[in-house]
C-alpha cells in the first residue's frame, strides 16, 4: 500500500475519506475544527450532547452528504490530552483508516495526532498504525469466499495520505513515515508467516521464506541442516525434529552494518516450531490448532531482520531460528529419554512438550559460544504461564542484566510491545535438577515460565549478557480480539521491539 506525505488541509482533500482526530471534552482545534465547520458543526455539536465522547478507541464513520470533497468521515477519540502518549497516535491512526475501510474507502487522508511528543516520533508510529491496521491474511481465500460471504472483507485501501500544515516539516515526516512503512511492513511479514499454516509452513519452508528475504535484502544466509547440526553436537534441537518427517533447519541471517567491528554483534533468535503437537506428552486436541503459530519467534527474528537491512544502522545482527516439527512419530523422542546438547550438557527429558526450550537451547549455544554473539535476545511462545502471569498485553521478560531487561521495558512503552521484567531468584533452577542428567526440561507447573527461561539460561555462554522474551500470550496465536493495530491472531510481536533494540545499540556506539 502507497503512504505519501503532503501539505494540505482535510477539507480540501478529494479522495474518498477522510479521519479527523479528536481529543476528550475538549472545543475543536486545528483541521478538526475545519472539517466541523464544512460539516455544519455537527462534530461538536455531537461532543457537547455526548453523543460521540471522543474516548480512547473509540471511533465512528459517516458519509459526508456532499459537504466536503471526500465522500466518508471518521471521527477518531483520542482521549484526555494530558493522556496522550505515543502509541494513542499508532491506535488512532489504525482506526480511523478501518473505519474508511468498512465504508469501502480507497484512497484516504489523515493528519497526525500528536500532543507535547517529537513530531517525527509521532509521525512514524502514525504510518506504523496505517500499516498494521489495515493487515488481513486472506491468501487462502478463494472467489466462493465472495458467494458464501457478504459483508466488506474483501474491501482494501489503495493509499493513505497524512497531512501536515507546514511544507518545513515535508522532508522530517516523510522520513519518519519511511521508516514507519518499513517498521510495519516487516511487522505484517511476521504476521503472515505465523498465519500459515503448518502444511504450507514446514521448517524447510520457513527457511526458504526467509532466503528470500535475505538475498532481496542483501543478507548472508545458510542453513544448518539435520548433518551440519550432527557434527555440532546439536542434540537438543535435533531431538525435537526427529519425531516428524520434516526436517529441521537452523536459520542464519546475517547483517553487517559494521564489517570493522571486532566484536560479535547483537544475536536475535527465535523459537520456529512449525507445528506443536506436544510430541508423545500429546496436547489436548482443543486449541491444537493454534500451534501453527509456535513458530512466531521465528516469524518476528526473520521479519526484524529485513527491517534491519532496510533501515540499516552501524551494527552486526544475526538472526537465528530453530526451525522444527514436534510430533509423535514413531521415532519421537520420549519421557525419559536423556539429550545431549551442544555446550555439553545432558537434558532429562521429562515432558516432550516442553520443546521450545530445548531448540532455543542450540541455538543460544551457537549464538554465544560458536558466534560469540553478546547480548543475545531470544523470542519465544514458550509457556502457558507466562499468560496466566501477564494475560495477553505484555511480554514476560527473563534477563541475567537488569539494565537489559529496563531498556526493553523502556522500549516496550515506545512501540507498544509491551514487556514487563519477571524474576529469575536461583532458587526457581532447582526445580530442573536432574536425578539422571545435569537438568530436566521441565520443572512442573508451580513457577513455569520461570523454570523454562532458567533452562535456556543454562546454556547462554558466561560473560553474555542474555534476555529471554516468553511471548506466549502477546503473540496473539490464542483468543484474543481484534483492537486497533492488533491483528486478531499472530500480531507479529516483538518484531519492533527487536528492530528498535538494534537501532539503540547502533546509535549508542
Same mark, same amino acid.
Given at each position: 500500500?502507497?503512504?505519501?506525505?503532503?501539505?494540505?488541509?482535510?477539507?480540501?482533500?478529494?479522495?474518498?475519506?477522510?479521519?479527523?482526530?479528536?481529543?476528550?471534552?475538549?472545543?475543536?482545534?486545528?483541521?478538526?475544527? *475545519?472539517?466541523?465547520?464544512?460539516?455544519?458543526?455537527?462534530?461538536?455539536?455531537?461532543? *457537547?450532547?455526548?453523543?460521540?465522547?471522543?474516548? =480512547?478507541?473509540?471511533?465512528?464513520?459517516?458519509?459526508?452528504?456532499?459537504?466536503?470533497?471526500?465522500?466518508?468521515?471518521?471521527?477518531?477519540?483520542?482521549?484526555?490530552?494530558?493522556?496522550?502518549?505515543?502509541?494513542?497516535?499508532?491506535?488512532?491512526?489504525? *482506526?480511523?483508516?478501518?473505519?474508511?475501510?468498512?465504508?469501502?474507502?480507497?484512497?484516504?487522508?489523515?493528519?497526525?495526532?500528536?500532543?507535547?511528543?517529537?513530531?517525527?516520533?509521532?509521525?512514524?508510529?502514525?504510518?506504523?498504525?496505517?500499516?498494521?491496521?489495515?493487515?488481513?491474511?486472506?491468501?487462502?481465500?478463494?472467489?466462493?469466499?465472495?458467494?458464501?460471504?457478504?459483508?466488506?472483507?474483501?474491501?482494501?485501501?489503495?493509499?493513505?495520505?497524512?497531512?501536515?500544515?507546514?511544507?518545513?516539516?515535508?522532508?522530517?515526516?516523510?522520513?519518519?513515515?519511511?521508516?514507519?512503512?518499513?517498521?510495519?511492513?516487516?511487522?505484517?511479514?511476521?504476521?503472515?508467516?505465523?498465519?500459515?499454516?503448518?502444511?504450507?509452513?514446514?521448517?524447510?519452508?520457513?527457511?526458504?521464506?526467509?532466503?528470500?528475504?535475505?538475498?532481496?535484502?542483501?543478507?548472508?544466509?545458510?542453513?544448518?541442516?539435520?548433518?551440519?547440526?550432527?557434527?555440532?553436537?546439536?542434540?537438543?534441537?535435533?531431538?525435537?525434529?526427529?519425531?516428524?518427517?520434516?526436517?529441521?533447519?537452523?536459520?542464519?541471517?546475517?547483517?553487517?552494518?559494521?564489517?570493522?567491528?571486532?566484536?560479535?554483534?547483537?544475536?536475535?533468535?527465535?523459537?520456529?516450531?512449525?507445528?506443536?503437537?506436544?510430541?508423545?506428552?500429546?496436547?489436548?486436541?482443543?486449541?491444537?490448532?493454534?500451534?501453527?503459530?509456535?513458530?512466531?519467534?521465528?516469524?518476528?527474528?526473520?521479519?526484524?531482520?529485513?527491517?534491519?537491512?532496510?533501515?540499516?544502522?552501524?551494527?552486526?545482527?544475526?538472526?537465528?531460528?530453530?526451525?522444527?516439527?514436534?510430533?509423535?512419530?514413531?521415532?519421537?523422542?520420549?519421557?525419559?529419554?536423556?539429550?545431549?546438547?551442544?555446550?555439553?550438557?545432558?537434558?532429562?527429558?521429562?515432558?516432550?512438550?516442553?520443546?521450545?526450550?530445548?531448540?532455543?537451547?542450540?541455538?543460544?549455544?551457537?549464538?554465544?559460544?560458536?558466534?560469540?554473539?553478546?547480548?543475545?535476545?531470544?523470542?519465544?511462545?514458550?509457556?502457558?504461564?507466562?499468560?496466566?502471569?501477564?494475560?495477553?498485553?505484555?511480554?514476560?521478560?527473563?534477563?541475567?542484566?537488569?539494565?537489559?531487561?529496563?531498556?526493553? =521495558?523502556?522500549?516496550?512503552?515506545?512501540?507498544? /510491545?509491551?514487556?514487563?521484567?519477571?524474576?529469575?531468584?536461583?532458587?526457581?533452577?532447582?526445580?530442573?535438577?536432574?536425578?539422571?542428567?545435569?537438568?530436566?526440561?521441565?520443572?512442573?507447573?508451580?513457577?513455569?515460565?520461570?523454570?523454562?527461561?532458567?533452562?535456556?539460561?543454562?546454556?547462554? /555462554?558466561?560473560?553474555?549478557?542474555?534476555?529471554?522474551?516468553?511471548?506466549?500470550?502477546?503473540?496473539?496465536?490464542?483468543?484474543?480480539?481484534?483492537?486497533?493495530?492488533?491483528?486478531?491472531?499472530?500480531?507479529?510481536?516483538?518484531?519492533?521491539?527487536?528492530?528498535?533494540?538494534?537501532?539503540?545499540?547502533?546509535?549508542?556506539?
Amino acid at each position: 500500500m502507497e503512504i505519501n506525505v503532503e501539505v494540505g488541509n482535510l477539507t480540501q482533500w478529494r479522495g474518498d475519506g477522510i479521519a479527523v482526530n479528536v481529543f476528550q471534552n475538549e472545543t475543536l482545534q486545528g483541521q478538526a475544527a *475545519d472539517v466541523d465547520r464544512a460539516l455544519g458543526g455537527e462534530i461538536q455539536r455531537a461532543l *457537547d450532547s455526548k453523543e460521540f465522547s471522543a474516548r =480512547y478507541t473509540i471511533h465512528s464513520a459517516f458519509y459526508s452528504m456532499g459537504k466536503l470533497p471526500a465522500a466518508r468521515v471518521a471521527i477518531v477519540g483520542l482521549g484526555k490530552r494530558e493522556k496522550f502518549k505515543l502509541d494513542r497516535a499508532r491506535r488512532a491512526a489504525a *482506526d480511523g483508516v478501518k473505519a474508511l475501510r468498512k465504508l469501502g474507502a480507497k484512497k484516504v487522508a489523515l493528519t497526525i495526532a500528536n500532543q507535547g511528543l517529537e513530531l517525527t516520533e509521532v509521525a512514524q508510529a502514525t504510518a506504523e498504525g496505517v500499516v498494521m491496521g489495515l493487515f488481513r491474511f486472506q491468501r487462502y481465500y478463494t472467489e466462493a469466499a465472495n458467494e458464501l460471504w457478504d459483508d466488506d472483507f474483501r474491501n482494501q485501501i489503495e493509499s493513505a495520505t497524512i497531512l501536515v500544515d507546514d511544507a518545513s516539516q515535508l522532508t522530517s515526516v516523510r522520513a519518519a513515515v519511511e521508516r514507519g512503512k518499513i517498521l510495519g511492513e516487516a511487522n505484517n511479514f511476521a504476521r503472515i508467516l505465523a498465519n500459515e499454516p503448518s502444511n504450507h509452513m514446514t521448517p524447510l519452508l520457513l527457511a526458504e521464506q526467509a532466503r528470500v528475504m535475505a538475498e532481496k535484502n542483501g543478507l548472508e544466509f545458510y542453513v544448518i541442516d539435520r548433518a551440519q547440526a550432527e557434527k555440532f553436537g546439536m542434540g537438543a534441537f535435533l531431538g525435537v525434529a526427529q519425531g516428524s518427517v520434516n526436517p529441521p533447519a537452523m536459520i542464519v541471517m546475517r547483517y553487517w552494518g559494521d564489517p570493522d567491528s571486532k566484536e560479535g554483534g547483537l544475536g536475535l533468535i527465535g523459537k520456529g516450531i512449525t507445528f506443536d503437537s506436544g510430541g508423545i506428552s500429546l496436547k489436548p486436541s482443543e486449541g491444537m490448532e493454534n500451534m501453527k503459530g509456535d513458530m512466531s519467534g521465528g516469524a518476528a527474528t526473520i521479519a526484524a531482520m529485513q527491517a534491519i537491512a532496510q533501515l540499516k544502522p552501524k551494527i552486526n545482527v544475526t538472526g537465528i531460528v530453530a526451525a522444527a516439527e514436534n510430533m509423535p512419530g514413531g521415532n519421537a523422542f520420549k519421557p525419559g529419554d536423556i539429550l545431549h546438547a551442544m555446550n555439553g550438557k545432558t537434558i532429562e527429558i521429562n515432558n516432550t512438550d516442553a520443546e521450545g526450550r530445548l531448540v532455543l537451547a542450540d541455538a543460544v549455544a551457537y549464538a554465544t559460544k560458536e558466534l560469540k554473539l553478546n547480548p543475545v535476545l531470544d523470542a519465544a511462545t514458550l509457556t502457558g504461564a507466562i499468560v496466566v502471569a501477564l494475560g495477553i498485553y505484555r511480554t514476560g521478560v527473563f534477563s541475567n542484566d537488569d539494565a537489559l531487561a529496563e531498556t526493553l =521495558y523502556e522500549i516496550g512503552e515506545k512501540t507498544g /510491545e509491551k514487556n514487563w521484567q519477571m524474576p529469575m531468584d536461583d532458587e526457581y533452577r532447582l526445580s530442573l535438577r536432574s536425578e539422571w542428567a545435569d537438568l530436566k526440561n521441565s520443572g512442573g507447573r508451580a513457577g513455569g515460565a520461570i523454570t523454562g527461561a532458567w533452562f535456556i539460561r543454562s546454556f547462554v /555462554e558466561s560473560g553474555a549478557k542474555w534476555a529471554h522474551l516468553d511471548i506466549a500470550g502477546a503473540a496473539g496465536i490464542g483468543e484474543a480480539k481484534e483492537r486497533g493495530y492488533i491483528n486478531k491472531w499472530g500480531t507479529g510481536t516483538p518484531t519492533r521491539t527487536f528492530v528498535e533494540f538494534a537501532l539503540q545499540m547502533a546509535n549508542e556506539k
